[in-house]
């Protein structure tokens, strides 16, 4: 049973981040916030750290088969 919660655990923010990643480009990310550098600094790294997330998924799919 704790292998399955650790395992889950592990999934957890990369599909969180993902989601937010879709989200934020269909929409606003962050619509409370004011336009400005704060604001780009906190979209900039999600988008980043989503996509490296999306090249790690890849590269362990592609290992896999």
Known sequence: MSYFIRGAKSYLLPIIL??????????????????????QSVVSFVE??????????????NAAN
Do not use: I
């Open 48 to 61: 980043r750290l989503a996509a490296r997330v999306r090249s790690s998924r890849r590269s362990q799919s």
């Open 18 to 39: 993902l989601v937010f990643a879709s989200t934020a480009q269909r929409a606003d990310a962050l619509p409370s916030w004011n336009e400005g550098e704060a604001k």
